[in-house]
């Protein structure tokens, strides 16, 4: 891993700013993102006693929001803890090298998704690759996640 970084000083301090942005917005993002998953959670747990055999279309619509809610807390999280990974990158100047074919990502990607890990290139093709991946483990979770909370009921 090459550990000098291809930007100059001023590029750096754009890309500071920009990570300092995204980690304050990220973390108004996942407190939000919270409420709402709680708030779900509880209306479930409403739905769960009154609801559960008379309307069974309306608590499966329920579920459906909540884990659409839970989805997006673990999305920013995600996404929260790339930011602070690349704050750390910058930190030891291995910062804006692609971790797939080490060339330098371009400053104008870093400046839309400044804890990008790898060139636009290697994003989409692994985005590809991502996508048919988690098709099939989101189908599992969904069972775990069903079975979870039949028991807590
Ligand atoms: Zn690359």
Same mark, same amino acid.
């Given at each position: ?6 930007? @100059? ?7 500071? @700013? ?17 409420? #709402? ?17 008379? &309307? ?17 807390? %673990?999305?920013?999280? &995600?996404?929260?803890?790339? /930011?602070? +990974? ?12 692609? %971790?797939?074919?080490? %060339? ?8 839309? /998704?400044? #804890? +990008? ?10 985005? $590809?690759? $991502? ?11 969904? /069972? ?10």
């Amino acid at each position: 891993m090459r550990l000098e970084t291809p930007y @100059t000083n001023s590029e750096l301090q754009q890309i500071r @700013t920009a990570l300092a942005e995204r980690e304050a917005r990220l973390t108004m993002m996942l407190a939000t993102a919270k409420q #709402e998953a709680l708030q779900d959670l509880s209306m479930d747990a409403v739905g769960e006693v009154s609801h559960r055999h008379t &309307h069974p279309a309306d608590t499966g619509a329920m579920e459906y929001d909540q884990s659409l809610a839970l989805d997006s807390l %673990e999305r920013i999280n &995600h996404q929260l803890s790339e /930011v602070q +990974a690349a704050k750390g990158r910058l930190a030891i100047g291995s910062f804006g090298t692609c %971790e797939e074919c080490e %060339e330098s990502v371009a400053m104008a990607r870093l400046l839309k /998704v400044p #804890e +990008a890990r790898y060139c636009g290139p290697c994003q989409r093709a692994l985005e $590809e690759s $991502e996508k048919l991946h988690r098709h099939t483990s989101r189908l599992d979770a969904q /069972v775990v996640e069903s079975s979870d909370v039949v028991d807590k009921a």
